[in-house]
Nanobody, 126 residues
């Protein structure tokens, strides 16, 4: 039972990347999904979320309008399309599956994250 994240790499500012998060051993569409990132010396930031029921999406202000989270249930995979990348997007990106999405004053987060992917490095050069 695991989540496998992939698709990271080195890209120039303004470029695009698509991250994938493949689930094995469980059905991903029963879960709310979140993409998180952590840059060196910084706290982990949750930035893109997809609910399990309504399919609603939620984004942090830092990525809104540039990132898109989506799900392909047939492939048991969640994607993160990242456009107009900036150097400040450089981080290790993680996907996670949890019970639901919650809103708090700082933004969104997953409730009871049960599975975490191993992380994929995204580096954006200026």
């Amino acid at each position: 039972v695991q989540l496998q994240a992939s698709g990271g790499g080195l890209v120039q500012a303004g470029g695009s990347l698509r991250l994938s998060c493949v689930a094995s051993g469980f059905t991903l569409d029963y879960y709310a999904i979140g993409w998180f990132r952590q840059a060196p010396g910084k706290e982990r930031e949750g930035h893109s979320f997809l609910s399990s029921s309504s399919g609603s999406t939620y984004y942090a202000d830092s990525v809104k309008g540039r990132f898109t989270i989506s799900r392909d249930n047939a492939k048991n995979t969640v994607y993160l399309q990242m456009n107009s990348l900036k150097p400040e997007d450089t981080a290790v990106y993680y996907c996670a599956a949890g019970r639901a999405i919650t809103y708090y004053s700082g933004g969104y987060n997953l409730i009871d994250p049960e599975y975490w992917g191993q992380g994929t490095q995204v580096t954006v050069s200026s």
